[in-house]
């Protein structure tokens, strides 16, 4: 069986309307970038301190300068082709 043709279960993602400002103000940038708050970062949501974790560990790529933006980007969309991600 290829990988794509395994059904895997998805979660929900969090209701913005119940989280702090803080994750709230992180996916309202999203969306006002992409057209809505990124799937992955939804289900971080429901759970503070891993999306709290997630951001962090983003910006300290970005900062650490270890990993050019261009090989980050090709590094996503080729994650996002492998889970199936719309973007």
């Not at 300290?60 to 261009?70: C, F, H, P, T, V």
């Amino acid at each position: 069986m290829s990988q794509h043709s395994v059904n895997t279960p998805r979660l929900d993602g969090a209701e913005l309307e119940q989280l702090s400002d803080r994750e709230r103000h992180v996916l309202e940038q999203q969306e006002r970038k992409w057209g809505k708050p990124l799937a992955n970062h939804l289900i971080y949501a429901r759970c503070p301190e891993i999306f709290h974790g997630a951001q962090g560990m983003w910006r300290g790529l970005g900062s650490s300068g270890r990993l050019e933006s261009s090989l980050a980007a090709i590094l996503n969309r080729r994650v996002a082709i492998l889970n199936r991600c719309e973007f």
